[in-house]
DNA sequence: GCCGATTTGTCCGTATGTATC
DNA sequence: CGATACATACGGACAAATCGG
């Protein structure tokens, strides 16, 4: 429920493009019509094109206008964008989820640790990890790291259904940045154990760090993908020189 | 040379976090203290404290500050960030770059090919095919489509060094917006005849469509990494509900 | 729990610069 | 050249969240 007005303009151009009312190469109403049609002043209008100028939507084009670069493409694949959860991405691709938990423990952060995921040193950390099945086929596999002071009370069972709606709703906790790096590398023995591969000797790893509204880090993620299953879309903007 | 106040005052803050003059957690000088410092207006401080944003080196604690979540990271890798052409990432990684091409051809683009690469029916395309090598090693194969009414005069010793060092400097065109999708595919037999994969099976397949200051498309690439070389690194914000 | 000071979030109106047509 | 349109910047106002007394 976006409350902010710069938002639901934003939301609401977003639909005009994606429903085929500006359509790929036209131009938005000039700055000034559209402060007139959402009766706000330039300023906020500008900060709702940005938001489309983010996601690719549109390109501005300085003394001409706003151009409208959106194509819808087909998604048939497991993309992924934004912060979003398994559970969410799998409802929004239409697919049966489930999720084995492989592992539960509570281990301590030592100085290699530390390194690699940026907690603190002697920090508690629940280690978690998870198969994701989709349709019935082990594609993702999931090593979590929480730190324990930060998301208190989790168990074995809330890991099974959703991490991320018991943060969320259970501890009202807003999860605010997230961080991450995509490369690809070999199966370990335990992919090849749990995972469906196939033919494939390799998946998609996407390692990430996770901060909450306060702006402490309190999750570390590595999630390890069948190839098949992943999709990752960005947009890019050059900055000038 | 950044000419606009917001944009200098972006890289400041930004050298002064890497500096560590401010350090990891803890907060910037206020938005009033900082419009003092910089003698600017409070709403140009805040499009800078954006850009770090956004960048996933600071978030902002509405009543509280800004706090810095900058962690520096040992980058040995071959990182793709923002849009960089091959010869400027191998420049930052301090490596031996070298380029090989395979093939120089125009098309035109039919209706399947216009439907994968976005590219208007019956457009005349160059076709280019390179693999690039780093180090002595070829560990990726660049697969480029461009417009050739959009980047006339382009010629094979053009390919064979910098495609966008033409475009960006002898055409004067500007790239303003790239759309990109990551996927892991398995390798085709060009890209084991051509490519040293080692023992992997699979590559990093980055495809992605630039356009240009006029909103127009005017290039599809496809670069397919051997997976030692490749990593996408990533911030994203999660927008309130 | 309340109040006031501080700090970030949103929004407005205006002025000026720059690019396009 | 003038009109239009986007880019940058300023200053002010009020709301919302936080923190200390």
Redesign the interface.
Known sequence: ?PKAKF?SIFHDLKQRIEAGQYTF?SLLPSENQLTELYSCSRNTIRRAIGGL?EL?YV?S?HGRGV?V?Y?PIAKN?FTIG??ESFKESAARNHMKASTVVLRFEEIEADERLSRKT?FPIGSTLYDIRRVRCLDGKALIMDINLFRKDLVPGLTKAIAATSIYEYIEGTLGM?????????????ATREDEAFLALG??????VITGQT?N?????FEYTQSR?Q?DY????????????
């Open positions: 429920m938002e190469q100028a690719g390109q084009l151009r670069i194509q694949e934004g912060i940026g807003t999860i605010v940045t997230s961080k991450r790096r995509m490369t690809v590398e070999r033919e494939y000797n390799c998946l998609a901060y509204a306060d702006g402490v880090q993908h190839p992943f999709c990752f879309e960005d947009t890019a903007i050059r900055k000038k020189k």
